[in-house]
């Protein structure tokens, strides 16, 4: 499949295998098995309710696997090794396991009760363990990087949703993540703040190594920063290649409706 | 007083009284509430934890015992404390009793005001946590319980009036608190109009504000 693969020297920084997620009687997820080489950057396409956020829900360990295992750079992340075997991981296990993993939502989710720079500094701090001053020095860079370095003290519920998006991505990035994953994280914005947000994510994408998984409708930036995209349609990968193969010439009769739709729609 | 004359109210009678009862309130009837209010704060959040907990040994008793608080009246409690656990070995003054009842029986109902509280916290504080890898630890008192804090300041504020409200029940175990005190006056003089009058105006007197300013602050708050 993917020629990608190649690129990865070692492990796959993540592999799905088998994975299956149900909720309730109705199945999400059905044996899904893929690899993401480091510093890869994939974009999930598809309809809504065809997985792409469970994915993304299962590697920040937001929810549990009904079945198969998902390894990251060669470990287990939903499972811990006891001697040979592998057990469903213990809530001890996933705190240090996800911390390789940061996550941007739709809806920011920033901590209303601390201000920007302490949003930025609260997981550098009581996780890493970093100094209230190395973790301010980080998040004052960080800020700076996403265009928010003016806004330090100010409280999250006074700006705008693009720059509490900014703050969320500068949030995330603290805790140097080797994998950093993005839900529809311009979804919730206005159109004319989807540019700055995107914008930023362009630079990190172009100025770092971070392995990134992008769920987005936002079909320009998609092509423009990802290696490889995957078309989700009802739990099951049915395309997967590069941008320019997927948008110019799709394979898959189900992926050039959908991405029609979608370009229409804009 | 010269108990001849029946009068409607007796104003030297009032003059009487009143420092008597304004000394009760501050020391007794203010001093209960602060320290029944400390330990309902502080229970009732231990309550609300602890039927939140996932190891149901701690939650179903926890369930019960809070609706058991709630489900019985403060007199029966103040008597079964005071007049029943020294039977078993247990004896408590009259002044430990009535704020370790008061405050119980609080602690109940701040439970289902920090649930409320706890409850109305939208799903993506909690994910933002967990992405971070926050531990359990700081992610309750860094993230959750600030904002819960905030968003029940007003209920908080409503159930403190409400248990200093009660406060005169603590009559039944003699505490000499200001309606306790105003009650002897009128057995002492056999007229209750003016001592029972006045402890009532005081309440409210301290009650009504404190009320129009947590609307105020629910206001505030809300915006």
Redesign the interface.
């Known amino acids: 499949m993917p020629a990608e693969e190649s690129a990865a020297t070692g492990e796959p920084m993540i592999r799905f295998e088998d994975v299956v997620k149900r909720f309730g009687p109705k199945t999400v997820l059905d044996g899904m098995n893929f690899s993401i080489a480091p510093g890869e950057r994939v974009t999930l396409i598809g309809p809504s309710g065809s997985g792409k956020t469970t994915i993304l829900r299962l590697l920040m360990t937001l929810e549990r696997v009904s079945g198969g295992v998902i390894w990251v750079d060669g470990e287990p992340l939903t499972h811990e090794r006891k001697g040979s075997k592998l057990e469903p991981a213990s809530e001890k296990y996933l705190r240090k396991a996800r911390q390789r993993i940061g996550m941007v939502f739709q809806q920011f989710n920033l901590f209303p009760n601390m201000t920007v720079i302490e949003n930025v500094m609260e997981a550098p701090v009581s996780v890493l363990g970093l100094s209230k001053d190395d973790a301010r020095a980080r998040g004052t860079e960080l800020l700076d990087k996403v265009g928010m370095v003016d806004f330090v003290d100010a409280h999250p519920t006074r700006l705008s949703g693009g720059q509490q998006q900014r703050v969320a991505i500068a949030r995330a990035l603290a805790m140097e993540p080797d994998i950093l994953l993005l839900d529809e994280v311009t979804s919730a914005l206005d159109p004319e703040l989807v540019v700055d947000v995107l914008g930023v994510l362009r630079e990190i994408a172009e100025t770092t190594d971070i392995t990134m998984l992008i769920v987005t409708h936002e079909m320009h930036f998609a092509r423009d920063v990802s290696h490889r995209v995957m078309m989700f349609d009802q739990g099951v990968i049915i395309e997967d290649g590069p941008p320019s193969k997927i948008f110019n010439d799709p394979d898959n009769e189900r992926t050039r409706t959908f991405l029609k739709a979608v370009l229409e729609e804009r | 007083m010269n108990g001849t004359e029946r009068r409607l109210w007796n104003w030297d009678y009032t003059w009487e009284v009143l420092p008597e009862l304004v000394k009760a309130f501050l020391k007794l009837t203010l001093g209960i509430t602060a320290a029944a209010a400390v330990v309902a704060i502080v229970l009732g959040l231990l309550f609300a934890l602890g039927r939140r907990a996932d190891a149901s040994w701690i939650s179903w008793p926890t369930y019960w015992v809070v609706e058991f608080i709630r489900s019985t009246p403060i007199p029966i409690q103040l008597f079964f404390v005071y007049f029943g656990l020294p039977v078993v070995g247990v004896q408590l003054s009259a002044l430990v009793t009535g704020i370790a009842v008061l405050g119980v029986h609080y602690a109940a109902y701040m439970s289902e005001v920090y649930r409320a509280g706890i409850d109305a916290i939208?799903k993506?504080?909690w994910?933002?946590c967990?992405?971070?890898?926050?531990?359990p630890r700081?992610t309750w008192i860094?993230?959750i319980l600030?904002?819960v804090v905030?968003r029940i300041l007003p209920s908080t504020g409503n159930q403190i009036i409400a248990l200093f409200k009660e406060t005169p029940f603590l009559i039944v175990i003699g505490v000499a608190e200001m309606v306790t005190v105003a009650n002897q006056f009128g057995g002492q003089n056999y007229r209750y109009i003016e001592p029972i009058t006045v402890a009532g105006l005081i309440f409210l007197l301290a009650s009504y504000p404190t009320s129009v300013l947590m609307r105020r602050l629910e206001t505030r708050l809300a915006r």
């Open positions: 939208p993506g504080q994910e933002a967990t992405a971070l890898s926050l531990s700081r860094g993230v600030p904002q905030r």
